[in-house]
Protein backbone atom coordinates (compact mmCIF):
# COMPACT_ATOMS: atom_id res chain seq x y z
CA UNK A 1 0.00 0.00 0.00
CA UNK A 2 0.78 3.63 -0.68
CA UNK A 3 0.40 6.55 1.49
CA UNK A 4 -1.12 9.01 -1.57
CA UNK A 5 -1.48 12.70 -0.81
CA UNK A 6 -3.15 15.33 -3.35
CA UNK A 7 -2.29 18.84 -2.23
CA UNK A 8 -4.49 21.56 -4.07
CA UNK A 9 -5.54 25.03 -3.51
CA UNK A 10 -8.91 24.16 -2.89
CA UNK A 11 -8.72 21.15 -0.59
CA UNK A 12 -5.68 18.17 0.49
CA UNK A 13 -6.93 14.36 0.13
CA UNK A 14 -5.01 11.40 1.25
CA UNK A 15 -5.52 7.59 1.04
CA UNK A 16 -4.52 4.46 0.56
CA UNK A 17 -3.31 3.26 -2.82
CA UNK A 18 -3.18 -1.00 -3.65
CA UNK A 19 -0.90 -2.04 -6.11
CA UNK A 20 -3.72 -2.30 -8.31
CA UNK A 21 -4.73 1.42 -8.32
CA UNK A 22 -7.69 0.75 -6.00
CA UNK A 23 -8.40 4.06 -3.40
CA UNK A 24 -9.10 3.16 0.24
CA UNK A 25 -9.45 5.20 2.94
CA UNK A 26 -10.17 8.54 1.51
CA UNK A 27 -9.83 11.82 3.91
CA UNK A 28 -10.22 15.46 2.80
CA UNK A 29 -10.19 18.87 4.16
CA UNK A 30 -9.98 22.12 2.95
CA UNK A 31 -6.91 23.96 2.01
CA UNK A 32 -6.51 27.15 4.42
CA UNK A 33 -6.63 30.08 2.66
CA UNK A 34 -4.23 32.89 3.41
CA UNK A 35 -2.17 30.66 5.95
CA UNK A 36 1.25 30.59 6.59
CA UNK A 37 3.51 27.97 5.75
CA UNK A 38 3.54 26.36 8.97
CA UNK A 39 -0.06 26.09 9.34
CA UNK A 40 -0.32 24.54 6.09
CA UNK A 41 2.16 21.85 6.96
CA UNK A 42 -0.58 21.06 10.58
CA UNK A 43 -3.19 21.18 8.44
CA UNK A 44 -1.25 18.19 6.01
CA UNK A 45 -0.12 16.71 9.23
CA UNK A 46 -3.78 16.43 10.50
CA UNK A 47 -4.74 14.97 6.88
CA UNK A 48 -2.30 11.82 7.04
CA UNK A 49 -2.00 11.14 10.93
CA UNK A 50 -4.42 8.27 10.93
CA UNK A 51 -2.68 6.31 8.43
CA UNK A 52 -0.12 3.34 8.97
CA UNK A 53 0.52 -0.04 7.19
CA UNK A 54 1.89 1.50 4.27
CA UNK A 55 5.25 1.02 2.29
CA UNK A 56 6.15 4.91 0.53
CA UNK A 57 4.75 7.99 -0.05
CA UNK A 58 3.31 9.65 -3.09
CA UNK A 59 2.43 13.50 -3.16
CA UNK A 60 0.59 15.52 -6.15
CA UNK A 61 1.21 19.35 -5.47
CA UNK A 62 0.08 22.53 -7.30
CA UNK A 63 3.25 23.62 -8.87
CA UNK A 64 5.96 25.38 -10.07
CA UNK A 65 8.37 22.98 -7.85
CA UNK A 66 12.01 22.03 -7.61
CA UNK A 67 11.92 18.43 -8.61
CA UNK A 68 12.70 15.64 -7.98
CA UNK A 69 13.64 17.39 -4.45
CA UNK A 70 10.45 17.94 -3.74
CA UNK A 71 10.67 21.58 -2.97
CA UNK A 72 7.12 22.97 -3.84
CA UNK A 73 5.88 26.99 -4.82
CA UNK A 74 2.49 26.44 -5.95
CA UNK A 75 1.01 29.28 -7.48
CA UNK A 76 -2.22 29.36 -5.49
CA UNK A 77 -1.10 28.24 -2.03
CA UNK A 78 1.23 31.25 -1.39
CA UNK A 79 2.07 30.62 1.78
CA UNK A 80 4.23 27.79 0.31
CA UNK A 81 7.54 29.54 -1.54
CA UNK A 82 10.11 27.12 -1.65
CA UNK A 83 8.80 24.95 0.84
CA UNK A 84 10.46 21.71 1.78
CA UNK A 85 7.43 19.21 1.50
CA UNK A 86 9.82 16.21 0.30
CA UNK A 87 12.55 16.56 3.10
CA UNK A 88 9.68 17.16 5.70
CA UNK A 89 7.82 14.12 4.44
CA UNK A 90 10.46 11.95 4.50
CA UNK A 91 11.50 13.37 8.15
CA UNK A 92 7.96 12.09 9.27
CA UNK A 93 8.37 8.70 7.85
CA UNK A 94 12.17 8.11 7.76
CA UNK A 95 13.48 4.29 5.48
CA UNK A 96 10.25 4.99 3.28
CA UNK A 97 10.50 6.44 0.39
CA UNK A 98 8.80 9.90 -0.61
CA UNK A 99 8.02 10.51 -4.00
CA UNK A 100 6.82 14.71 -4.69
CA UNK A 101 5.27 15.69 -7.86
CA UNK A 102 3.38 18.31 -9.62
CA UNK A 103 -0.64 17.46 -9.18
CA UNK A 104 -1.40 17.66 -12.79
CA UNK A 105 1.56 15.64 -13.93
CA UNK A 106 -0.19 13.15 -11.52
CA UNK A 107 -3.42 13.24 -12.94
CA UNK A 108 -1.83 12.56 -16.19
CA UNK A 109 0.02 9.35 -14.92
CA UNK A 110 -3.14 8.32 -13.23
CA UNK A 111 -4.95 8.66 -16.83
CA UNK A 112 -2.02 6.80 -18.12
CA UNK A 113 -1.86 4.34 -16.12
CA UNK A 114 -5.30 3.36 -15.08
CA UNK A 115 -7.63 5.78 -17.20
CA UNK A 116 -8.35 7.02 -20.53
CA UNK A 117 -4.93 7.41 -21.69
CA UNK A 118 -4.31 3.45 -20.52
CA UNK A 119 -2.50 1.58 -24.03
CA UNK A 120 -2.08 4.82 -25.43
CA UNK A 121 1.76 6.20 -25.49
CA UNK A 122 1.34 9.71 -25.96
CA UNK A 123 -0.91 11.68 -24.22
CA UNK A 124 -1.45 15.14 -22.15
CA UNK A 125 -3.32 15.10 -18.90
CA UNK A 126 -4.77 18.34 -17.33
CA UNK A 127 -6.48 19.51 -14.55
CA UNK A 128 -9.24 22.03 -14.88
CA UNK A 129 -10.19 23.62 -11.28
CA UNK A 130 -8.36 26.69 -8.67
CA UNK A 131 -5.43 26.31 -11.58
CA UNK A 132 -4.51 24.84 -14.80
CA UNK A 133 -1.69 22.36 -14.82
CA UNK A 134 -0.78 19.33 -17.51
CA UNK A 135 1.50 16.74 -17.60
CA UNK A 136 2.77 15.19 -20.57
CA UNK A 137 3.50 11.39 -21.64
CA UNK A 138 5.16 10.34 -25.01
CA UNK A 139 6.62 6.97 -25.35
CA UNK A 140 4.69 5.64 -22.81
CA UNK A 141 6.81 7.31 -20.64
CA UNK A 142 6.16 10.24 -18.67
CA UNK A 143 8.37 13.67 -19.38
CA UNK A 144 9.76 15.84 -16.92
CA UNK A 145 11.90 18.12 -18.57
CA UNK A 146 15.05 20.00 -17.33
CA UNK A 147 13.45 20.78 -14.21
CA UNK A 148 10.01 18.40 -13.62
CA UNK A 149 7.65 21.09 -14.99
CA UNK A 150 7.09 19.88 -18.85
CA UNK A 151 3.56 19.37 -19.64
CA UNK A 152 2.54 22.75 -18.02
CA UNK A 153 0.04 23.98 -20.23
CA UNK A 154 -1.46 27.06 -18.34
CA UNK A 155 1.41 28.80 -19.36
CA UNK A 156 0.52 28.95 -22.95
CA UNK A 157 -0.31 32.16 -24.07
CA UNK A 158 -3.97 31.70 -25.62
CA UNK A 159 -4.85 35.67 -25.48
CA UNK A 160 -1.74 38.11 -25.99
CA UNK A 161 -1.97 40.82 -23.81
CA UNK A 162 -5.45 39.09 -21.74
CA UNK A 163 -6.04 38.90 -18.19
CA UNK A 164 -2.92 39.05 -15.42
CA UNK A 165 -1.36 35.64 -14.34
CA UNK A 166 -0.23 34.69 -11.25
CA UNK A 167 2.96 33.33 -13.14
CA UNK A 168 3.91 37.37 -13.86
CA UNK A 169 2.55 37.26 -17.49
CA UNK A 170 -0.77 38.04 -19.58
CA UNK A 171 -2.90 35.92 -21.20
CA UNK A 172 -1.85 32.25 -19.89
CA UNK A 173 -4.62 29.82 -20.38
CA UNK A 174 -4.26 29.42 -16.44
CA UNK A 175 -5.51 33.39 -16.39
CA UNK A 176 -8.33 32.98 -18.69
CA UNK A 177 -9.71 29.44 -17.90
CA UNK A 178 -9.28 28.97 -14.16
CA UNK A 179 -12.23 28.55 -11.99
CA UNK A 180 -11.54 32.09 -10.42
CA UNK A 181 -11.24 33.24 -13.20
CA UNK A 182 -13.93 32.11 -15.24
CA UNK A 183 -16.06 33.66 -12.10
CA UNK A 184 -14.72 37.26 -12.03
CA UNK A 185 -15.25 37.39 -15.29
CA UNK A 186 -18.90 36.45 -15.29
CA UNK A 187 -19.16 38.75 -12.15
CA UNK A 188 -17.82 41.60 -14.37
CA UNK A 189 -20.18 41.00 -16.93
CA UNK A 190 -23.17 41.15 -14.12
CA UNK A 191 -23.61 37.36 -12.95
CA UNK A 192 -24.59 36.42 -9.31
CA UNK A 193 -25.17 32.75 -8.07
CA UNK A 194 -28.47 31.79 -8.37
CA UNK A 195 -30.19 30.43 -4.91
CA UNK A 196 -30.67 27.46 -6.70
CA UNK A 197 -26.85 27.27 -7.25
CA UNK A 198 -25.47 27.83 -3.99
CA UNK A 199 -23.48 24.96 -2.79
CA UNK A 200 -22.81 24.31 1.31
CA UNK A 201 -19.57 23.38 2.21
CA UNK A 202 -18.30 20.52 5.33
CA UNK A 203 -14.91 20.00 5.88
CA UNK A 204 -13.40 20.96 1.95
CA UNK A 205 -16.82 18.94 0.26
CA UNK A 206 -19.86 19.90 -1.16
CA UNK A 207 -23.35 19.51 -1.69
CA UNK A 208 -26.16 21.07 -3.60
CA UNK A 209 -28.74 19.43 -1.22
CA UNK A 210 -29.63 22.52 0.98
CA UNK A 211 -28.43 23.38 4.62
CA UNK A 212 -29.66 20.59 6.37
CA UNK A 213 -27.37 18.60 8.64
CA UNK A 214 -23.83 19.29 9.68
CA UNK A 215 -23.50 21.48 6.20
CA UNK A 216 -23.40 25.51 5.84
CA UNK A 217 -23.43 27.62 3.23
CA UNK A 218 -20.46 28.39 0.96
CA UNK A 219 -20.68 32.27 0.70
CA UNK A 220 -17.03 32.11 -1.34
CA UNK A 221 -18.66 32.55 -5.10
CA UNK A 222 -17.12 29.54 -6.77
CA UNK A 223 -16.69 28.07 -10.34
CA UNK A 224 -18.62 24.70 -9.37
CA UNK A 225 -21.48 27.76 -8.84
CA UNK A 226 -20.95 29.13 -12.26
CA UNK A 227 -21.22 25.78 -13.78
CA UNK A 228 -24.59 25.32 -11.80
CA UNK A 229 -26.32 27.55 -12.95
CA UNK A 230 -24.82 27.61 -16.12
CA UNK A 231 -26.63 23.97 -16.70
CA UNK A 232 -29.61 25.75 -15.42
CA UNK A 233 -29.32 28.24 -18.53
CA UNK A 234 -27.63 31.47 -17.27
CA UNK A 235 -26.62 33.39 -20.83
CA UNK A 236 -23.81 34.73 -18.40
CA UNK A 237 -22.68 31.60 -16.72
CA UNK A 238 -22.78 29.55 -19.93
CA UNK A 239 -20.84 32.21 -22.18
CA UNK A 240 -18.06 31.94 -19.03
CA UNK A 241 -17.76 28.20 -19.91
CA UNK A 242 -17.59 28.89 -23.62
CA UNK A 243 -14.94 31.65 -23.22
CA UNK A 244 -12.96 28.52 -21.16
CA UNK A 245 -13.26 26.02 -23.53
CA UNK A 246 -12.13 28.53 -26.22
CA UNK A 247 -9.14 28.93 -24.27
CA UNK A 248 -8.79 24.93 -23.76
CA UNK A 249 -9.04 24.40 -27.55
CA UNK A 250 -6.46 27.03 -28.73
CA UNK A 251 -4.14 25.96 -26.27
CA UNK A 252 -4.77 21.98 -27.24
CA UNK A 253 -4.56 22.60 -30.60
CA UNK A 254 -0.76 24.11 -30.23
CA UNK A 255 -0.16 20.87 -28.13
CA UNK A 256 -0.88 18.22 -30.44
CA UNK A 257 0.97 20.10 -33.29
CA UNK A 258 3.96 20.39 -31.11
CA UNK A 259 4.03 16.34 -29.48
CA UNK A 260 1.42 14.46 -31.80
CA UNK A 261 -0.39 13.39 -29.05
CA UNK A 262 -3.14 10.40 -29.50
CA UNK A 263 -6.12 11.94 -26.33
CA UNK A 264 -5.62 14.45 -24.02
CA UNK A 265 -8.03 13.84 -20.53
CA UNK A 266 -9.41 16.65 -18.81
CA UNK A 267 -9.90 16.34 -15.02
CA UNK A 268 -10.62 18.89 -12.18
CA UNK A 269 -13.97 21.10 -10.94
CA UNK A 270 -14.75 22.27 -14.22
CA UNK A 271 -14.17 19.15 -16.36
CA UNK A 272 -17.46 18.22 -14.59
CA UNK A 273 -19.58 20.78 -16.69
CA UNK A 274 -19.81 18.53 -20.26
CA UNK A 275 -21.11 20.25 -23.31
CA UNK A 276 -21.39 23.28 -21.76
CA UNK A 277 -17.19 23.20 -21.68
CA UNK A 278 -16.28 20.44 -24.30
CA UNK A 279 -18.74 21.92 -26.62
CA UNK A 280 -16.73 25.22 -26.83
CA UNK A 281 -13.35 23.22 -26.80
CA UNK A 282 -14.37 20.96 -29.71
CA UNK A 283 -15.44 23.45 -31.94
CA UNK A 284 -11.90 26.11 -31.57
CA UNK A 285 -10.01 22.70 -31.66
CA UNK A 286 -10.88 21.87 -34.73
CA UNK A 287 -10.71 24.90 -36.22
CA UNK A 288 -7.51 25.43 -35.44
CA UNK A 289 -6.34 21.37 -35.51
CA UNK A 290 -5.76 21.13 -39.08
CA UNK A 291 -2.88 19.19 -39.97
CA UNK A 292 -3.60 15.62 -40.80
CA UNK A 293 -2.25 14.07 -37.43
CA UNK A 294 -3.64 16.36 -35.42
CA UNK A 295 -7.18 15.76 -36.38
CA UNK A 296 -6.82 12.22 -34.79
CA UNK A 297 -7.02 13.59 -31.31
CA UNK A 298 -8.90 12.64 -28.91
CA UNK A 299 -10.48 14.85 -26.30
CA UNK A 300 -12.35 13.56 -23.03
CA UNK A 301 -13.23 13.70 -19.40
CA UNK A 302 -10.93 12.16 -16.97
CA UNK A 303 -11.85 8.50 -16.01
CA UNK A 304 -10.76 8.90 -12.65
CA UNK A 305 -12.45 11.48 -10.98
CA UNK A 306 -11.74 12.83 -7.93
CA UNK A 307 -9.43 10.29 -7.41
CA UNK A 308 -6.99 10.58 -10.54
CA UNK A 309 -4.93 12.69 -8.38
CA UNK A 310 -4.36 9.98 -5.67
CA UNK A 311 -3.84 6.84 -8.16
CA UNK A 312 -1.11 9.40 -9.75
CA UNK A 313 0.72 10.42 -6.85
CA UNK A 314 0.43 6.63 -5.61
CA UNK A 315 1.71 5.59 -9.16
CA UNK A 316 4.94 7.77 -8.63
CA UNK A 317 5.68 4.56 -6.71
CA UNK A 318 3.92 1.41 -8.19
CA UNK A 319 4.64 2.36 -11.71
CA UNK A 320 8.08 1.48 -11.87
CA UNK A 321 10.38 4.06 -14.07
CA UNK A 322 7.51 4.79 -16.48
CA UNK A 323 6.89 7.32 -14.41
CA UNK A 324 9.45 8.40 -11.72
CA UNK A 325 13.53 8.66 -12.82
CA UNK A 326 15.78 11.00 -10.96
Not at 131 to 143: A, P
Not at 274 to 301: C, I, K, Q, W, Y
Amino acid sequence: MILAIDVGGTKMAAALVAPDGAVRRTRRLATPQDADAETLWKTLLTLIEPYDGFGGVGVGCGGPMAWPSGEVSPLNIPGWRGFPLGERLAARFPGKPVRVHNDAICLAVAEHWKGHGRGRANMLGMVVSTGVGGGLILGDRLVNGGTGNAGHIGHVIVEPGGPPCGCGGHGCLEAVARGPALVAWAQGQGWTPSREGRLWVQDGSHTQEGAAGPYREDRETTGQMLAADARRGDPIARAALARAGDALGLAIASATHLCDLDVVTIGGGLAQSGALLFGPLERTLREHARMDFARRLSVVPALLGQDAGLVGAAALLLGGDRYWAS
